[in-house]
């Protein structure tokens, strides 16, 4: 499960032995007006047509495979670059909670980032704008309005049991030093699933199926 508004394209560097895993990727779709956090994830769900299988979420998407796994029985949840539970979540998010500020925030320009491009000041501006236009997948205003308050408006208090945290160390979204116990990525950025793939195509398979002394 890709990350906020992500499409599954995040993945395309990862490659896991053909010969043991078959891969399947989950999309979002708009949300239908009111909906919670949990009847999205009961639809997601039934996008899972597989018994036993492994979830694996980055940011957002690692946030909602912990909320479709009541309506699963996976054999393992993997969420990287995301949080476990609301006490992870870092204090700007927090105080949005509060405060509501994200909801001023323009998720219109979503949907101009071709614009955006043209008018980027700087190759560095420039450079990230084409990588947030390749990796989009949705941008629908109501769908990016719905998972901002869908991720501070979190309830999750605990995390779940025998979840597996990937996360790296120099992450700006969710920062690592709020975090509780997980396997760090040194040098590990919130892209990290798309700049690090060398380190997870490495040791995913391991993690997968539990081979710890391979990790």
């Known amino acids: 499960m890709p990350g906020l508004a992500a499409s599954p394209k995040i993945f395309e560097y990862i490659k896991l032995p053909t010969s043991q895993f078959e891969v399947h990727y ?3 779709f708009p949300p239908s007006p009111q909906m ?5 994830a009961r639809m997601m769900a039934e996008k899972v047509t597989h018994e036993d299988p492994v979830l694996v979420g980055v940011s957002f998407g690692g ?6 796994a ?7 949840l993997i969420v990287i670059s995301s949080i476990k539970c609301r006490k992870e979540m870092p204090r700007r998010l927090l105080l949005a909670r509060y405060t509501s500020l994200h909801k001023l925030l323009p998720t219109g320009v979503i949907t101009n980032l071709e614009t ?6 700087g190759d560095a501006v420039r450079k990230r704008l084409k990588l947030y236009e390749r990796y989009l997948g949705i941008r629908d205003k109501e769908y990016l309005n719905w998972a901002l308050d869908a991720i501070v408006n979190w309830e999750r208090e605990e995390p779940e049991a025998g ?11 969710f920062p690592f030093a709020y975090l509780g116990p997980c396997l760090c990525v040194k040098g ?4 990290m699933i798309i700049h690090r793939y060398k380190w997870f195509n490495e040791r995913l398979p391991a993690i997968i199926l539990e081979e710890a002394g391979s990790i």
């Not at 590990?188 to 892209?191: A, E, P, S, Y």
């Open 63 to 68: 946030m909602l495979i912990q909320e479709m």
């Open 116 to 121: 955006l491009t043209r008018f980027a000041f």
């Open 188 to 191: 590990g950025t919130h892209t």
């Open 26 to 28: 989950l999309d979002w």
């Open 70 to 76: 009541q309506f699963l029985n996976p054999r393992k």
């Open 163 to 173: 979840l597996v945290h990937i996360h790296g160390d120099q992450d700006a979204v």
């Open 36 to 40: 919670d956090l949990t009847d999205y």
